[in-house]
């Protein structure tokens, strides 16, 4: 069996290699890399076309139309590199790295703030003052924000054997609540008094009964308390020279007439007033009559004259006026001072039969608590009235 002969392409034309020139060189390939292989000789064998295409397809380039389009064509050119081969983004953040270097510049321009904030309050970057002259000195350290109190302070045997039980009525004024118990607290503990706050909080439906409210937390304290605090929620002490001692020789009105900002005349007992247990009993408490806002401490300074005790007050404080903080606003926080029935009349009389003895209420919860790092109690008491005896207990 004769062998076949393998046949043999005839030579490109010279306008087909031509051709292929041109398509190189636009590519960016070499010779070698376009030169056709058979499939593409016999593609591309000369074959009979007509005279006029001739005309336009022979030579040794593309015609000016077809040469003139191709060079029209915008040509993709590669993303840059930089010198570790990876591709970069516009503005020239690597697109491996960019999202690695935007959270480290977020970390030191955090840090720097943090530390430029430290060195404003602390003085550094303080603005000189201009002084005599017009000369400028260096003004004094701004202060930075005071550090939270700690959360507890650890009451002391030397701080004497007596320990206070701060006795606050209340309902519906947790705005003055908040200042005044983490004030109290630290003031008392600076003083190394020994105490706890009792937040007396009413709950029931019926009108505010401060006196009431005492005679509970006067009973419902703690028996390692020796001594009470009738403390308004809305009057701070300034004055560290203001005595909360215990009051051995009778009752001691820190809040006196000529300290307190409001109340001057000289019978007057409210705001602070603080007594042991042996003389609150004496008196047999507050009276329960006094629904409302007003007059229990005047029948209470009574009752102290009559169980034949001396009242004591400051002495030596020049601070006058100011020497509390009155947190009560007015126009905010409106005082229930309306006279019901006969309690225009019976409010000026003295109560011989109620008292402590007479108190009757409920204890519906009692909780513990930390308000800004200083522990109190809140008792929720719903007091009982008798409607016969004290018709203007409620507003119905």
């Given at each position: 069996?004769?062998?076949?002969?393998?046949?043999?392409?005839?030579?490109?034309?010279?306008?087909?290699?031509?051709?292929?020139?041109?398509?190189?060189?636009?590519?960016?390939?070499?010779?070698?890399?376009?030169?056709?292989?058979?499939?593409?000789?016999?593609?591309?064998?000369?074959?009979?076309?007509?005279?006029?295409q001739?005309?336009?397809?022979?030579?040794?380039?593309?015609?000016?139309?077809?040469?003139?389009?191709?060079?029209?064509?915008?040509q993709?050119?590669?993303?840059p590199?930089?010198s570790?081969?990876?591709?970069?983004?516009?503005?020239?953040?690597?697109?491996?790295?960019?999202?690695?270097?935007?959270?480290?510049?977020?970390?030191?321009?955090?840090?720097?703030?943090?530390?430029?904030?430290?060195?404003s309050?602390?003085?550094?970057?303080?603005?000189?003052?201009?002084?005599?002259?017009?000369?400028?000195?260096?003004?004094?350290?701004?202060?930075?924000?005071?550090?939270?109190?700690?959360?507890?302070?650890?009451e002391?045997?030397?701080?004497?054997?007596?320990?206070?039980?701060?006795?606050v009525?209340?309902?519906?004024?947790?705005e003055?609540?908040?200042?005044?118990?983490?004030?109290?607290?630290?003031?008392?503990?600076?003083?190394?008094?020994q105490?706890?706050?009792?937040?007396l909080n009413?709950?029931?439906h019926?009108?505010?009964?401060?006196?009431?409210?005492?005679?509970?937390?006067?009973?419902?304290?703690?028996?390692?308390?020796?001594?009470?605090?009738?403390?308004?929620?809305?009057?701070?002490?300034?004055?560290?020279?203001?005595?909360?001692?215990?009051?051995?020789?009778?009752?001691?009105?820190?809040?006196?007439?000529?300290?307190?900002?409001?109340?001057?005349?000289k019978?007057?007992?409210?705001?602070?007033?603080?007594l042991?247990?042996?003389h609150?009993?004496?008196?047999?408490?507050?009276?329960n009559?006094?629904?409302?806002?007003?007059?229990?401490?005047?029948?209470?300074?009574?009752?102290?004259?009559?169980?034949?005790?001396?009242?004591?007050?400051?002495?030596?404080?020049?601070?006058?006026?100011?020497?509390?903080?009155?947190?009560?606003?007015?126009?905010?926080?409106?005082?229930?001072?309306k006279?019901?029935?006969?309690q225009?009349?019976?409010?000026?009389?003295?109560?011989?039969?109620?008292?402590?003895?007479?108190?009757?209420?409920?204890?519906?919860?009692?909780?513990?608590?930390?308000?800004?790092?200083?522990?109190?109690?809140v008792?929720?008491?719903?007091?009982?009235?008798d409607?016969?005896?004290t018709?203007?207990?409620?507003?119905?």
């Open positions: 069996m004769k062998a076949r002969k393998a046949s043999r392409l005839p030579p490109l034309s010279q306008s087909s290699q031509g051709f292929w020139e041109q398509l190189a060189l636009q590519s960016g390939a070499t010779r070698r890399d376009v030169t056709p292989g058979p499939l593409s000789q016999s593609l591309l064998r000369p074959q009979k076309v007509p005279r006029a001739e005309r336009l397809c022979s030579g040794p380039s593309l015609p000016r139309p077809l040469a003139k389009l191709g060079s029209a064509i915008p993709w050119k590669p993303p590199q930089d570790r081969g990876s591709r970069l983004l516009p503005g020239g953040f690597p697109r491996k790295c960019s999202v690695f270097h935007l959270f480290v510049a977020c970390l030191f321009l955090g840090f720097f703030s943090l530390l430029w904030l430290q060195l309050c602390s003085g550094d970057v303080a603005q000189p003052a201009k002084g005599q002259g017009g000369q400028e000195t260096p003004g004094p350290p701004r202060a930075c924000p005071p550090e939270p109190p700690p959360e507890h302070w650890e002391d045997a030397s701080w004497g054997p007596h320990r206070l039980a701060v006795l009525p209340f309902r519906e004024r947790f003055e609540l908040l200042v005044f118990v983490p004030h109290m607290h630290r003031f008392l503990s600076r003083k190394k008094i105490h706890h706050i009792y937040v009413q709950v029931d019926l009108r505010f009964n401060r006196a009431a409210l005492i005679n509970v937390g006067f009973l419902e304290s703690s028996n390692s308390t020796d001594y009470i605090a009738m403390h308004d929620v809305d009057l701070l002490p300034l004055n560290e020279e203001l005595d909360y001692g215990f009051p051995e020789a009778g009752p001691f009105h820190v809040a006196s007439p000529e300290l307190h900002p409001l109340y001057h005349y019978t007057y007992v409210g705001g602070i007033l603080l042991s247990k042996q609150y009993q004496l008196c047999n408490g507050m009276s009559r006094f629904w409302g806002w007003g007059r229990e401490d005047d029948e209470f300074y009574r009752r102290i004259k009559g169980a034949g005790l001396q009242l004591f007050r400051p002495s030596g404080i020049t601070t006058g006026y100011k020497t509390f903080r009155h947190l009560h606003d007015p126009a905010w926080r409106k005082r229930d001072q006279r019901i029935a006969a225009k009349q019976e409010q000026f009389k003295v109560d011989r039969e109620g008292g402590l003895s007479t108190v009757k209420y409920r204890v519906d919860s009692r909780t513990a608590l930390s308000v800004g790092g200083a522990p109190c109690t008792l929720n008491i719903l007091l009982d009235c409607k016969a005896a018709p203007w207990c409620s507003f119905s």
